[in-house]
């Protein structure tokens, strides 16, 4: 009789839980195609696909001219294969250990920032991955939690659609180093007079200090001080890390500071 009274109850759950499980099912369906429709239907950013400067090489690869890009920015495209891997390795230490395996947003380095910033009492970091900064440099915003979500959101967008290769370039193309010069190849090419295929750690430290912010260290005696102290604190970051050790960091430090862009090879215009 107990037994009986039991299988009838299951019954009665089954039959009353059937319009809640698909209620349920129906919820899935829409929040799945809700986010699918959020990350492929809208347009990526413009300037995801701006044309960066045009250059002719020389047969040795060197650059004989650059041309402006189409919105007057000194912007020459790099690979990631064409890039020092010593300073990717300090790019990806400073700003997104776990490139290669978040999606967009990194919630250990979230969960971190939190602690650091409730601890400070201020906002000293906001755990923004590479993907994220991608996105706030093609559509900058006021810093604020309402732009770290809209950033975070377009960086999920960015992993769905481009490879992390592709983030990557995009990303080293438009760093802002001060005025028109984006990248790190325009950067090189302006300040050190050579590709970034090879850099040493000063350059290595100028390079990851000066977009942190580029209105205050772009690079003229104006800004000599707060440059340096830039680099330092790039140079002490990367030693903490385990990334130098604290003769590759009194190197960068000592090394004199590019105050100054060359202008670029124009030779055939």
Same mark, same amino acid.
């Given at each position: 009789?107990?037994?009986?009274?039991?299988?009838?109850?299951?019954?009665?759950?089954?039959?009353?839980?059937?319009?809640?499980?698909?209620?349920?099912?129906?919820?899935?369906?829409?929040?799945?195609?809700?986010?699918?429709?959020?990350?492929?239907?809208?347009?990526?950013?413009?300037?995801?696909?701006?044309?960066?400067?045009?250059?002719?090489?020389?047969?040795?690869?060197?650059?004989?001219?650059?041309?402006?890009?189409?919105?007057?920015?000194?912007?020459?495209?790099?690979?990631?294969?064409?890039?020092?891997?010593?300073?990717?390795?300090?790019?990806?230490?400073?700003?997104?250990?776990?490139?290669?395996?978040?999606?967009?947003?990194?919630?250990?380095?979230?969960?971190?920032?939190?602690?650091?910033?409730?601890?400070?009492?201020?906002?000293?970091?906001?755990?923004?991955?590479?993907?994220?900064?991608?996105?706030?440099?093609?559509?900058?915003?006021?810093?604020?939690?309402?732009?770290?979500?809209?950033?975070?959101?377009?960086?999920?967008?960015?992993?769905?659609?481009?490879?992390?290769?592709?983030?990557?370039?995009?990303?080293?193309?438009?760093?802002? =180093?001060?005025?028109?010069?984006?990248?790190?190849?325009?950067?090189?090419?302006?300040?050190?007079?050579?590709?970034?295929?090879?850099?040493?750690?000063?350059?290595?430290? =100028?390079?990851?200090?000066?977009?942190?912010?580029?209105?205050?260290?772009?690079?003229?005696?104006?800004?000599?001080?707060?440059?340096?102290?830039?680099?330092?604190?790039?140079?002490?970051?990367?030693?903490?890390?385990?990334?130098?050790?604290?003769?590759?960091?009194?190197?960068?430090?000592?090394?004199?500071?590019?105050?100054?862009?060359?202008? =670029?090879?124009?030779?055939?215009?």
């Amino acid at each position: 009789m107990l037994r009986m009274k039991r299988a009838k109850n299951i019954f009665h759950w089954s039959r009353a839980s059937a319009p809640l499980r698909w209620g349920l099912a129906l919820l899935l369906v829409g929040l799945t195609a809700a986010a699918v429709a959020y990350i492929y239907l809208p347009p990526l950013p413009a300037r995801i696909t701006t044309p960066g400067s045009r250059v002719i090489d020389y047969a040795d690869g060197s650059p004989m001219t650059v041309f402006l890009s189409p919105d007057e920015k000194w912007r020459v495209p790099v690979r990631t294969a064409e890039v020092d891997p010593d300073y990717l390795t300090a790019l990806f230490a400073r700003e997104d250990q776990r490139f290669y395996y978040h999606p967009g947003v990194d919630p250990l380095a979230i969960g971190r920032s939190l602690v650091i910033n409730v601890m400070a009492r201020r906002m000293v970091t906001g755990g923004s991955t590479i993907s994220m900064q991608l996105a706030k440099l093609c559509e900058p915003r006021p810093r604020s939690l309402s732009a770290k979500l809209l950033e975070a959101g377009m960086a999920v967008r960015l992993e769905a659609r481009l490879t992390k290769t592709e983030i990557l370039e995009r990303y080293l193309e438009l760093l802002p =180093f001060g005025g028109n010069i984006e990248g790190i190849e325009s950067a090189s090419l302006a300040f050190f007079g050579h590709r970034a295929d090879s850099l040493s750690e000063a350059e290595t430290a =100028f390079l990851l200090a000066v977009p942190q912010n580029p209105g205050s260290r772009r690079p003229c005696e104006q800004n000599r001080k707060r440059l340096a102290t830039g680099v330092e604190r790039v140079a002490r970051m990367l030693v903490k890390k385990g990334v130098w050790t604290e003769a590759q960091a009194q190197s960068a430090v000592k090394a004199p500071l590019p105050l100054q862009a060359r202008p =670029f090879p124009r030779d055939a215009l």
